[in-house]
């Protein structure tokens, strides 16, 4: 993909690359924090909701797959959005329950590990 293209896919607010000014690793998309099992599928609704909203839906679904050239400006995008999606999920769930979170490199995974 040239840098052009890939320039464009950023910058567009269609692509699930794109990334607001406003976006940060600290931005809370609900106030509803995940508690466990008590609680989950209504914190997940609302998170889904929140992630597709930022057109950001598929990377929790595995729809938004990491490209295998690492070294491309496209795997560049695809990690700084899987990063920021990964905040924000630890930024909505209880302090209590952070300890017992494993770490993933993916948004994916970690979305999975929360609903078992």
Known sequence: MSSTTQSLKITDPRSPFF???????????TTVLLHGQTNYENWAKLMRN????????????GNAIAPTDKASDEAYA??????????????TID????SYIKCFETAKGLWDDLKE
């Open 50 to 61: 929140a992630l597709k909203a930022k057109n950001k839906l598929d990377f929790i679904l």
């Open 78 to 91: 695809w990690s700084l959005c899987n990063s920021m999606i990964n905040s924000w999920i630890h930024n």
């Open 19 to 29: 990334l607001h000014p406003s976006d940060h690793p600290s931005v809370i998309l």
């Open 95 to 98: 302090p209590k329950l952070k």
